[in-house]
C-alpha cells in the first residue's frame, strides 16, 4: 500500500481567499498545498469589482502587486460608484473626496475574473512554498487524531482508482459559495434571507458609461432588496447584472433572468444606453452566501474563507476584499497554529474574532442598509438631498473611508435631520 502524503496546510480553492492566504503563510516561510478543482484560467461568475479592501490588502501583501495589477490592460481602474434611486435620480459618490486621475492611483479596479485570479496564480507561483495542483476534486472528508484525510481525484476523471488519500493538520476551506466543506463539515446550509440570487451577463458598446470608470448600482423597485447593476471593464465591455435577496426572489416570483432582459428591452432610460450594445455572453445565474449574520467559520483542524465562510456584503454584493482579508487573518491563525502545535477548535476561535473584529461592524451596517432599502421614500430622500448638499454628498463619499461615518446611515436621527433640512 503507497504511504500517505502528509501536509501541515492545505488550502482548498484557488480563488483569492485561498491564494492570498498562501502567499501570506509563503512569506514566512511556510509552505502550503492548494487544491483547485478547475485549471487556470477560469471563469469565475462575479461582478468583477476590486474595491479598496483588495487594494488594502495586496499593500499588505506584496508593494508591487498593485502597480502591477494597474499596469496590466486587464484591470480598469474606477474612481466611484453612481447610485440610481428607485425615482431614477443619480447620485455620482467618489470612492476618494478628493482625486487627480493623472498623478494618483486608482482606489479601486474592475477586472473579469478570469483575469483577476489568473494574476494572483501566476504571483503565487513565484514562492517556492507554495504548491498548487490544478483540476483536483476533494472527494471526501475523514477527521482523524491529528487533522483530516483528504479523498482526492483529478475532477475529470470517473473513475475511483485514480483517486488518493493525502493526510493535513489544518485545512483552509476557501473553496467558495458552493464549498462542499462548509456543507459537509461546518453545517452551513442556503438560508434565503442570508442568501442573494444573481444573474450576469457580459456586454460590448453600452452607451453612458462615467468618464472615471464609476461602478453603477441601480436600486429599482422590482429588485429591491437587490440592485441591477452596469460596470464597465476594459475593451469597452460591460459587466451587466441583477442580484436580489433569495426569500424576496421566491415570495415575488421573479425570473432574474428574464427580467433583466425585459429591463434592458424596455425600461425607457436603459433600452436607449443598450440600443447598439451586444450581448457577448450568455447570461449564467449564481448564489451569494451573505455575511448578514454571524457564523461560526472554523474548527478542529480547520478554517472557512472567503464566500465559504460566507462573508458577502449583503448591501453592495463585494465578496473579494472580505475574502482577502479573510485569507490574510487565516494565514496569520496557521502560522500560530504551527509554532504552538495546537490545531483544537477552542485555539482557532481566535480566527473567528480576529475575522469578525474587522468585518462584522461594517456587515451589520451594511446589514441596516439593506433593510432600509425596502423603504423607496428614504432612498430617495438621501439622493436628493446629496444632490442638492454638496457637504451631505461630501459626506457619503467620505463614508467609503471612515466605517464611523458610515454607521450614520443606520442612525434614524440622521434622516430626520435630512427631513427637516431645508435642502441647501
Known amino acids: 500500500m503507497p504511504s500517505i502524503q502528509r501536509h501541515n496546510i492545505i488550502i482548498i480553492g484557488a480563488g483569492p481567499a485561498g491564494i492570498v492566504a498562501a502567499m501570506f503563510l509563503a512569506k514566512q516561510g511556510i509552505h502550503s498545498l492548494i487544491l483547485e478543482k478547475a485549471t487556470f484560467p477560469r471563469d469565475k461568475i462575479c461582478g468583477d469589482a476590486l474595491s479598496g479592501k483588495v487594494v488594502e490588502v495586496l499593500n499588505k501583501l506584496d508593494a508591487s502587486l498593485v502597480p502591477g495589477i494597474a499596469s496590466e490592460p486587464a484591470h480598469l481602474g474606477s474612481w466611484g460608484v453612481t447610485f440610481v434611486a428607485p425615482n431614477r435620480k443619480a447620485l455620482r459618490v467618489p470612492f476618494k473626496s478628493e482625486y487627480n486621475k493623472l498623478h494618483d492611483r486608482p482606489p479601486g479596479f474592475i477586472a473579469k475574473r478570469l483575469d483577476f485570479d489568473h494574476f494572483l496564480l501566476k504571483e503565487a507561483l513565484k514562492y517556492p512554498e507554495i504548491e498548487i495542483r490544478q483540476g483536483v476534486d476533494v472527494r471526501e472528508f475523514e477527521a482523524s487524531d491529528d487533522g483530516w484525510n483528504l479523498r482526492i481525484r483529478m475532477a475529470e476523471s470517473g473513475n475511483s482508482k485514480n483517486s488518493e488519500t493525502i493526510h493535513t493538520n489544518l485545512i483552509l476551506a476557501a473553496d467558495g459559495a458552493q464549498s462542499k466543506f462548509s456543507r459537509q463539515v461546518g453545517g452551513f446550509s442556503l438560508q434565503p434571507r442570508h442568501h442573494c440570487a444573481g444573474i450576469r451577463a457580459y456586454y460590448k458598446d453600452v452607451k453612458g458609461l462615467d ?27 460591460c459587466n451587466v447584472g441583477v442580484g436580489m435577496r433569495s426569500d424576496k426572489v421566491s415570495a415575488k416570483k421573479i425570473n432574474l433572468r428574464t427580467s433583466i432582459e425585459e429591463l434592458i428591452r424596455n425600461d425607457e432610460r436603459l433600452k436607449k444606453r443598450f440600443a447598439d450594445a451586444v450581448q457577448v455572453s450568455p447570461p449564467k445565474g449564481f448564489g451569494l452566501p451573505l455575511g448578514s449574520r454571524k457564523r461560526t467559520i472554523s474548527g478542529s483542524h480547520y478554517m472557512l474563507l472567503g464566500d465559504a465562510a460566507s462573508l458577502i456584503d449583503p448591501f453592495t454584493g463585494e465578496g473579494i476584499g472580505n475574502a482577502m482579508y479573510s485569507g490574510m487573518l487565516a494565514a496569520k491563525q496557521a502560522e500560530g497554529c504551527l509554532e504552538s502545535k495546537n490545531f483544537s477548535e477552542s485555539f482557532l476561535k ?25 423603504y423607496p421614500g428614504l432612498f430617495n430622500l438621501v439622493v436628493n438631498k446629496a444632490n442638492k448638499n454638496k457637504a451631505l454628498g461630501a459626506l457619503i463619499s467620505c463614508m467609503f473611508e471612515d466605517l464611523d461615518l458610515r454607521k450614520q446611515l443606520r442612525n434614524p436621527k440622521f434622516y430626520f435631520n435630512l427631513i427637516f433640512s431645508n435642502g441647501n
Request: aromatic share 20%.
Open 211 to 237: 468618464d472615471d470608470n464609476f461602478i453603477e448600482l441601480h436600486f429599482l423597485d422590482r429588485f429591491l432588496p437587490g440592485y441591477f447593476w452596469i460596470f464597465p471593464l476594459p475593451g469597452g465591455l
Open 350 to 374: 481566535s480566527y473567528d474574532a480576529a475575522v469578525y473584529q474587522r468585518l462584522w461592524p461594517e456587515l451589520k451596517i451594511s446589514r441596516r442598509m439593506q433593510s432600509l432599502v425596502k
